[in-house]
């Protein structure tokens, strides 16, 4: 029984130290019961994290059982720790291609005059906040600025009014596009 709690343990300390990426938005990794109480806060990026989520789980399981094969590993905590850092890193990093592709896509699409992006893993640290002034994506458009949004997985255009306040990084100055 002690093996177990040892086990949870390490997974829980795993998870808790991950939150501090940002505290704020990934708080509820820290607590595991706020996941249950407050379901939608997470579930409505769903279609934006569910392909990097099958991707880390799928790597994970495969972590799991090879350092379950491996004789020098007896610990669980060992075993759990590995699978649950496999699943965190091939998360982020299939996050960071899912978001590439959607956003080079959409600006192609646009033929967009200037584009700047911050990495999916900047974007984490910024999310939540409740008056957020920097933004995952911008590209102008004959005057127009679009912004990025997880949760639509799209662009999509925001009066002068707004973007006036907020950090639109290398489209500030109205950069083009460099040509590749």
Same mark, same amino acid.
């Given at each position: 029984?002690?093996? /177990? *709690?040892? =086990?949870? &343990?390490?997974? #829980? /300390? *795993?998870? =808790?130290? &991950?939150?501090? #990426?940002? *505290?704020?938005?990934?708080?509820?990794?820290?607590?595991?019961?706020?996941?249950?109480l407050l379901p939608g806060y997470y579930f409505k990026y769903w279609g934006f994290v569910w392909l990097p989520f099958l991707a880390g789980l799928s790597c994970a399981v495969v972590a799991g059982i090879l350092v379950h094969r491996a004789e020098p590993l007896e610990s669980l905590s060992w075993k759990l720790l590995v699978a649950n850092f496999a699943f965190l890193f091939f998360f982020v990093l299939s996050a960071e291609v899912r978001t590439s592709q959607l956003m080079s896509a959409a600006v192609d699409a646009a033929n967009a005059d200037c584009f700047d992006s911050r990495f999916f893993s900047s974007s984490v640290?910024?999310?939540g906040e409740e008056f957020q002034f920097d933004v995952h994506a911008v590209y102008r458009k004959d005057g127009d600025v679009f912004i990025w949004s997880y949760r639509?997985?799209?662009?999509?255009?925001?009066?002068?009014?707004?973007?006036?306040?907020?950090?639109?990084?290398?489209?500030?100055?109205?950069?083009?596009?460099?040509?590749s």
């Open positions: 029984m002690g093996r /177990f *709690f040892g =086990a949870v &343990a390490t997974v #829980w /300390f *795993f998870w =808790a130290a &991950a939150s501090l #990426w940002n *505290f704020q938005f990934l708080g509820g990794f820290a607590f595991p019961p706020l996941l249950f640290a910024i999310a639509d997985i799209a662009f999509f255009r925001v009066p002068e009014t707004i973007y006036r306040n907020l950090d639109l990084m290398g489209c500030a100055a109205g950069r083009a596009l460099q040509a």
